[in-house]
């Protein structure tokens, strides 16, 4: 049984930072691609970075040049380090595993094993 944890997320200030980290456990990570969403409080879950399996990753406009993610294979792991962050960051954080679609889909639907999410929030 696949098994994603998060962990990492808290209370920060605006423009400080945070690294998430994302578990897995069940089945290798090597030859899968793997996303970040967010939800915040009456919205809807929105995409915020893939990492392919090579490594290649994108970003929502909203977090580039900001957030960067970065898997470790043999360990098992994906990490999302956020940095600058702002108050519309704040949301609960999910980590997924691809399961269909296009290889850079960024819709939910294409990513078929979640985590429980970690909350993020940005407040001074």
């Known amino acids: 049984q696949v098994q994603l944890v998060e962990s990492g997320g808290g209370l920060v200030q605006p423009g400080g930072s945070l690294r998430l980290s994302c578990a897995v456990s069940g089945r290798t990570l090597s030859n899968v691609d793997m996303g970040w969403f967010r939800q915040a409080p009456g919205k809807a879950r929105e995409f915020v970075a893939l990492?392919?399996?090579?490594?290649?990753?994108e970003f929502a406009d909203s977090v580039k040049g900001r957030f960067i993610t970065s898997r470790d294979n043999a360990r098992g792991t994906v990490t999302l380090q956020m940095t600058r962050l702002k108050p519309d960051d704040t949301g609960v954080y999910f980590c997924a595993i691809k399961s269909g679609g296009t290889w850079n889909s960024r819709d939910s639907v294409d990513f078929g094993s979640w985590g429980q999410g970690t909350q993020v929030t940005v407040s001074s």
């Open positions: 990492i392919t399996w090579t490594g290649y990753s």
